[in-house]
Structures are given as structure tokens and as C-alpha cells.
């Protein structure tokens, strides 16, 4: 649900509404000690119900701030920090600093975390969670310049930077196929957690991948398996598939921490690449360890963090057209994958017990 905001509302309206004073509300806001926890709920519910925002100081009667916003979803996925490494990188010798805003455990906290980093009047923001609502986006980047980075947007005030993942799914799910793999299962995650938009970059590379399979001859054997939670281990998932009376040959996995869940618990059950293969997405810096040489997709983090800071100045600067790039995958092949052996994607079953016949 998008967040209504009006900035007609003051911090007395809230004080009104909650039945509080205007000083309980201010520590509320800041989140200062000695709050107990029913006047936080009457507060943040009467803050949600009027669309309250703290007042600042105009943009325009204040000048720069020299501060860009990164929403991510997450600090534990290492591809987001490849992307906070390349935005770093590009402001180096600029007067510009990164406020950094993780979204937390929860999925749907996107425009939370995007809305504090406009309201501390940041001079733009890049945003990555993919449980954003569009229409929620367009508003707010007509007063602060956005770059949504993954989601395939056709926007009009905020500017979009994604990788090919069409492309990057076909490339992953044709190179086991070349190897010589037939059952290839894709795990990825929840759709909920993209908000079920069909333009998110799991959603695509979900369906990309059902779609080769199906031009390879192979929509009967497509199977996608999707991450309930976060708790939800990819690594027990995978164990359980591969427990099947018949066990698939390869997996595709939506990203690379997916596909480590995957190997560990190839690994657990004593099995190789030629028995199981494995392919990732993202190519973190992980992936290219020797001791895990994890087939992947590379979408270049590094890159897409300095390109969106490039789109940010540019918006800065003036530029009012959306802009949106596209970023060429590279599959990057390790030792993850192999041909699979011939046989091996089926159990052994249990020696048959013959009957003595009678003489």
C-alpha cells in the first residue's frame, strides 16, 4: 500500500489525534528514551493516519545538502555491498557523502526506509528494494531525484538502471542445458517479497527461465521453487529436493546466496557437480573463492553503483527526462557445473528381492 504523505499536517495535528502532547509526539519522532510502548503505538498510529512528515527546512531556501540516499533490502547479501562499493568509488574527490538506509528483516519496509532518507533531505536517492509501489515512486521523485535500481519500470520522474535478467536466466538455465542437464530446478524467492510485480528482477528471471525450458523442449520437467522465508534456508529447501525418490540434475537459483544454501547441501550429502550442478546469480566476490567456484551470472554491482551515481548527479544537475540503462550479463563458469553423469539423476533403488520358484 502506498504512503499517503501530507505536508499540510503539523506536529500538533498529530498531538490532537493521539491525544498526547506535542513534546511526546517530538520524542516519539526521534525515538528518544523513556517512550513507553503505548504512547509509541498511539502516536505512529495517529503519524500513519494523518500522513504526518517531520517538517525541515525547504530545499530550495537551503541549498544542497551534498548527501545521497542507498536504500537496500539487506546488509547480510555482499551484492549490495559490490553496489554501495561502486556508488563510494564514484563520488570520490566530489563533496557528497552516502547515507546508508537497510529496509531490515521485514520485506515490506521499502518505502519506509526510502521516505526517511527524503525526509532528511538527501539530494537524491538510490533505491533497490523491489517491494516498492510504482505509483508511490512517481510521486516522490517529483520533488527528490530517484534511481530505482532492478526493477524494470516503465517510469516517468525516476530513472531505472537493471540488468538484462531475461538474458542472464537464459544464459544460465542454456549453459547446463549445453552441459548436458535435462532437470533443472530454479529456486528463487517468494513473490510476495517482490509485492508480485511483474517487474521485478526475480519475477523476470523466473519467468525467462520457464520460457527456455520450454524452448529447449522442457516445459514438463520446469519446476520453480520458491523461498517462503527468510528463516525458510535454502540449504534445507535443497536438502529435501534432493531427497526425492528422483532428485533433479542442477539448480538455478535466483542469486548467489540462494545457490550457496544449495551447494552446502550438495556438499551434505556427499554429492558432486556432476551429480548435482549449480548455478548462481550476481557473481559476489564469493562465488570466484576457489573453494567454492560458483558458477554464476555476473551483473557487474560495482558498475551499476558508480552508473547510478552518474544518474543521480545528472538529475541533480537538471535533467528532467527518465533515463533507463541496461546492463549486460556475463556468465561467469566455474567448477559448480559439470556434465552430469550418466544415470545419476535418479536414486539407486533398493536390490530387488527374488522369489524362490517352486521346484
Same mark, same amino acid.
Given at each position: 500500500?502506498?504512503?499517503?504523505?501530507?505536508?499540510?499536517?503539523?506536529?500538533? %495535528?498529530?498531538?490532537?489525534?493521539?491525544?498526547?502532547?506535542?513534546?511526546?509526539?517530538?520524542?516519539?519522532?526521534?525515538?528518544?528514551?523513556?517512550?513507553?510502548?503505548?504512547?509509541?503505538?498511539? &502516536?505512529?498510529?495517529?503519524?500513519?493516519?494523518? /500522513?504526518?512528515?517531520?517538517?525541515?527546512?525547504? =530545499?530550495?531556501?537551503?541549498?544542497?545538502?551534498?548527501?545521497? /540516499? @542507498?536504500?537496500?533490502?539487506?546488509?547480510?547479501?555482499?551484492?549490495?555491498?559490490?553496489? +554501495?562499493?561502486?556508488?563510494?568509488?564514484?563520488?570520490?574527490?566530489? #563533496?557528497?557523502?552516502? !547515507? !546508508?538506509?537497510?529496509?531490515?528483516?521485514?520485506?515490506?519496509?521499502?518505502?519506509?526506509?526510502?521516505?526517511? $532518507?527524503?525526509?532528511?533531505?538527501? %539530494?537524491? !536517492?538510490?533505491?533497490?528494494?523491489?517491494?516498492?509501489?510504482?505509483?508511490?515512486?512517481?510521486?516522490?521523485?517529483?520533488?527528490?531525484? @530517484?534511481?530505482?535500481?532492478?526493477?524494470?519500470?516503465?517510469?516517468?520522474?525516476?530513472?531505472?538502471?537493471?540488468?538484462?535478467?531475461?538474458?542472464?536466466?537464459?544464459?544460465?538455465?542454456?549453459?547446463?542445458?549445453?552441459?548436458?542437464?535435462?532437470? !533443472?530446478?530454479?529456486?528463487?524467492?517468494?513473490?510476495?517479497?517482490?509485492?508480485?510485480?511483474?517487474?521485478?528482477?526475480? *519475477?523476470? #528471471?523466473?519467468?525467462?527461465? #520457464?520460457?527456455?525450458? *520450454?524452448?529447449?523442449?522442457?516445459?514438463?520437467? *520446469? =519446476?520453480?521453487?520458491? $523461498?517462503?522465508?527468510?528463516?525458510?534456508?535454502?540449504?534445507? &529447501?535443497?536438502?529435501? +529436493?534432493?531427497?526425492?525418490? &528422483?532428485?533433479?540434475?542442477?539448480?538455478?537459483?535466483?542469486?548467489?546466496?540462494?545457490?550457496?544454501?544449495?551447494?552446502?547441501? &550438495? *556438499?551434505?550429502?556427499?554429492?558432486?557437480?556432476?551429480?548435482?550442478?549449480?548455478?548462481?546469480?550476481?557473481?559476489?566476490? +564469493?562465488?570466484?573463492?576457489?573453494?567454492?567456484?560458483?558458477?554464476?551470472?555476473?551483473?557487474?554491482?560495482?558498475?551499476?553503483?558508480?552508473?547510478?551515481? #552518474? $544518474?543521480?548527479?545528472?538529475?541533480?544537475?537538471?535533467?528532467?527526462?527518465?533515463?533507463?540503462?541496461?546492463?549486460?550479463?556475463?556468465?561467469?563458469?566455474?567448477?559448480?557445473?559439470?556434465?552430469?553423469?550418466?544415470?545419476?539423476?535418479?536414486?539407486?533403488?533398493?536390490?530387488?528381492?527374488?522369489?524362490?520358484?517352486?521346484?
Amino acid at each position: 500500500m502506498a504512503i499517503q504523505v501530507n505536508h499540510s499536517i503539523t506536529i500538533e %495535528d498529530v498531538a490532537r489525534a493521539a491525544g498526547v502532547s506535542r513534546a511526546a509526539v517530538s520524542k516519539v519522532i526521534r525515538d528518544a528514551y523513556g517512550v513507553s510502548d503505548e504512547m509509541k503505538t498511539k &502516536v505512529e498510529a495517529a503519524i500513519d493516519e494523518l /500522513g504526518y512528515r517531520p517538517r525541515v527546512s525547504a =530545499r530550495a531556501m537551503r541549498g544542497a545538502t551534498y548527501t545521497l /540516499g @542507498i536504500e537496500i533490502p539487506t546488509i547480510k547479501n555482499p551484492f549490495f555491498t559490490k553496489i +554501495i562499493s561502486g556508488a563510494a568509488s564514484a563520488l570520490e574527490g566530489t #563533496r557528497y557523502q552516502l !547515507i !546508508i538506509a537497510p529496509m531490515g528483516p521485514h520485506h515490506d519496509r521499502g518505502p519506509q526506509a526510502i521516505q526517511v $532518507l527524503a525526509d532528511r533531505q538527501v %539530494d537524491g !536517492i538510490l533505491a533497490v528494494s523491489t517491494a516498492v509501489d510504482p505509483e508511490w515512486l512517481e510521486d516522490l521523485a517529483r520533488h527528490t531525484p @530517484i534511481v530505482m535500481l532492478g526493477r524494470h519500470d516503465d517510469s516517468q520522474h525516476y530513472d531505472t538502471l537493471v540488468n538484462d535478467d531475461v538474458e542472464g536466466a537464459r544464459m544460465a538455465v542454456r549453459h547446463l542445458y549445453d552441459l548436458g542437464h535435462r532437470d !533443472i530446478v530454479h529456486l528463487t524467492i517468494d513473490p510476495v517479497w517482490e509485492k508480485h510485480l511483474p517487474t521485478g528482477p526475480h *519475477a523476470l #528471471r523466473a519467468r525467462s527461465y #520457464r520460457q527456455t525450458m *520450454a524452448e529447449l523442449g522442457l516445459a514438463d520437467k *520446469a =519446476r520453480v521453487v520458491f $523461498l517462503k522465508s527468510e528463516e525458510d534456508g535454502a540449504r534445507e &529447501v535443497a536438502l529435501g +529436493i534432493l531427497r526425492e525418490p &528422483v532428485r533433479p540434475t542442477a539448480f538455478f537459483a535466483g542469486h548467489d546466496e540462494l545457490a550457496l544454501g544449495v551447494l552446502t547441501a &550438495v *556438499a551434505d550429502l556427499g554429492l558432486t557437480p556432476s551429480d548435482v550442478s549449480v548455478v548462481g546469480y550476481d557473481d559476489t566476490e +564469493i562465488a570466484a573463492h576457489p573453494l567454492v567456484s560458483l558458477t554464476s551470472i555476473n551483473q557487474s554491482g560495482t558498475r551499476m553503483g558508480e552508473i547510478t551515481v #552518474r $544518474l543521480l548527479l545528472e538529475r541533480i544537475a537538471g535533467r528532467t527526462e527518465p533515463v533507463h540503462e541496461v546492463i549486460t550479463p556475463k556468465l561467469m563458469t566455474r567448477t559448480s557445473t559439470a556434465p552430469p553423469h550418466e544415470g545419476r539423476g535418479r536414486k539407486p533403488q533398493a536390490p530387488r528381492l527374488l522369489t524362490p520358484q517352486p521346484k
